[in-house]
């Protein structure tokens, strides 16, 4: 059976707190987009910290059984996206989530609360 999107998306957001992610946030896009039905987003201090998270947040979701459809930025572990098909994972480098800010661009999204 395929996970569902908020399982995965709070098997994701475990995975960035598991390694020390900063400023996790999770927003719920299900009423206002087509792209997913998740973001989230959050940011290391260093290449090394974003490449950690992200490579956790893949080895979780391939242990959920979820179908990593692809992962962009790993070189650079600047800006880091794993597209996990409802779920979207924005990992930032501190200074990059700080100059782009998209959570600026989903106002319109509710914040997913979790504990």
């Given at each position: 059976?395929?996970?569902?999107?908020?399982?995965?998306?709070?098997?994701?957001?475990?995975?960035?707190?598991?390694?020390?992610?900063?400023?996790?946030?999770?927003?719920?896009?299900?009423?206002?987009?087509?792209v997913?039905?998740?973001?989230?987003?959050?940011?290391?201090?260093?290449?090394?910290?974003?490449?950690?998270?992200?490579?956790?947040?893949?080895?979780?979701?391939?242990?959920?059984?979820?179908?990593?459809?692809?992962?962009?930025?790993?070189?650079?572990?600047?800006?880091?996206?794993?597209?996990?098909?409802d779920?979207?994972?924005?990992?930032?480098?501190?200074?990059?989530?700080?100059?782009?800010?998209?959570?600026?661009?989903?106002?319109?999204?509710?914040?997913?609360?979790?504990?």
């Amino acid at each position: 059976m395929a996970v569902q999107s908020k399982q995965l998306m709070e098997i994701a957001v475990g995975a960035a707190e598991d390694k020390k992610a900063m400023d996790v946030i999770a927003l719920d896009l299900k009423d206002i987009s087509l792209v997913a039905d998740y973001f989230i987003i959050c940011s290391g201090n260093s290449d090394t910290q974003v490449q950690a998270i992200a490579t956790e947040v893949r080895k979780q979701a391939d242990i959920a059984g979820a179908r990593v459809r692809g992962i962009e930025g790993m070189d650079s572990a600047r800006w880091v996206l794993i597209d996990l098909g409802d779920v979207v994972v924005h990992v930032f480098h501190r200074e990059e989530r700080e100059y782009y800010n998209i959570e600026r661009l989903w106002t319109d999204a509710k914040v997913v609360e979790f504990a």
